[in-house]
């Protein structure tokens, strides 16, 4: 990770550099900021940036990116570049393995060279297919720190250890972990991110040199979302608003409103065939959606109440009680006829029987299949004139 790759953070990126410059780098340093504002593409950054070999770094105010130490850190594989992070037992370990920031290394390089360094708790936990809850930084990782540091650096003159979410640290870790902040072994720098300081542990935090990781600023979040979501210049001005300062919440947004587009594309299509019936792209769609996640096939059932829902009341002329998107409106309008108060309930029970369905691991293709033979026939009840 470059400073260059980093998303605004410039004054924060001077004083860092200031920091090795004047041979002042503090032995443990706290980044604490919200979600998205690049808290860990920093620390591993400066990590980099302390590292690097290049004679020229302090003139270029940046890694040289191709020397042999920065080599290695842009796959994360650095001798002397070391992690911790909230870990816990999951399928993921060998036969009587223990979880352990060791045991996972390879799911974490790989999660943040995917995420470009921008990663969240719940990203870490999806990758590892855990519980929120049961994760933590554990003892068996603190009383690792000592015998990691305690070889002399391969080849930096620091050995780093990045410790992630230290507000996840277990209580019964805490004294071998602060044991090590208050007599650090000789050349080494701990680099602790952190959302919150007021879930450290108060001893914790006191050993640690604070550096607050602010919002990115608007004109650099504008041009990250122009140059690596590939918006206009307007779309990524309205993103920027919604996002307030974190570049994870502008791709968060971002990847809704697509997976959205998505779901209402799909959405369209499914209800088409239903409706002719045409089986062939009866089929098709429900082997399509059948591959899908179970997260993914329930998302996209969701939408398609919510898409009913939205019929309905066009049809009823409650339209403003409703959002619907401008783009959406057309086939919401077209489709309202066969959405009415006489099988609007059929359809929410169909669909949740689905999502209730897809939740207990059913052949995802035989859900839908189901479901399509089902809504196919409601289509075709009419209105009771209840009068
Ligand atoms: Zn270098």
């Known amino acids: 990770m470059l400073f260059s790759e980093i998303i605004g953070q410039q004054n924060i990126i001077k004083s860092l550099i200031k920091t090795v410059a004047e041979n ?3 032995h443990a340093q706290l980044f604490y900021g919200n979600q998205g504002h690049g808290k860990l593409a920093l620390a591993l950054a400066y990590a980099q940036f302390i590292s690097c070999r290049s004679e020229n770094k302090f003139q270029n105010e940046d890694s040289c990116g191709t020397c042999p130490s920065c080599v290695k850190y842009n796959k994360l594989i650095h001798p002397d570049l070391h ?8 399928k993921l370990l060998k036969a009587k393995e223990k979880a352990s920031s060791k045991a996972y290394i390879k799911q974490w390089r790989e999660m943040l060279i995917e995420n470009n360094y921008h ?9 590892l297919d855990i519980e929120r809850k049961q994760a933590g930084i554990n003892t068996k990782d603190c009383s690792s720190i000592i015998h990691t540091l305690s070889y002399t650096s391969y080849e930096s003159e620091y050995k780093i250890m990045i410790i992630w979410m230290i507000e996840k640290l277990n209580y019964q870790a805490a004294p071998k972990l602060l044991k090590i902040l208050e007599e650090p072994p000789e050349k080494t720098v701990f680099l602790l991110i952190a959302e919150q300081t007021d879930l450290i542990i108060a001893t914790i935090l006191s050993r640690l040199h604070l550096i607050k990781i602010p919002k990115i600023d608007n004109q650099s979040l504008t041009q990250a979302c122009i140059n690596e979501l590939g918006l206009d210049e307007k779309s990524a001005t309205n993103l920027v608003y919604l996002a307030n300062g974190s570049f994870k919440k502008a791709n968060r947004i971002h990847h809704q ?7 209402f594309n799909l959405f369209v299509k499914w209800m088409r065939a239903c409706y002719l019936p045409d089986v062939k792209i009866i089929l098709q769609t429900c082997d399509k959606l059948g591959k899908e996640n179970r997260e993914q096939a329930k998302n996209f059932l969701k939408f398609g109440i919510e898409a009913l829902r939205n019929c309905l009341m066009i049809g009823i002329n409650q339209e403003n009680i409703v959002r619907i998107i401008e783009q959406e409106r057309e086939f919401y309008t077209k489709f309202s006829p066969f959405v009415n108060t006489a099988n609007i309930s059929s359809f929410n029970e169909e669909f949740n029987k689905a999502i209730f ?8 293709n035989m859900v839908f299949v189901d479901l399509s033979l089902t809504i196919s026939k409601l289509m075709r009840i009419k209105e009771t004139n209840l009068t």
């Open 357 to 364: 369905h897809i939740e207990r691991n059913v052949n995802g």
């Open 83 to 90: 992690f911790i992070y909230p870990v816990a037992e999951s």
């Open 24 to 26: 002042r780098v503090a």
């Open 119 to 127: 990663v969240s708790l719940n990203d870490w936990y999806t990758k």
């Open 257 to 263: 409103f697509q997976n959205r587009q998505d779901n």
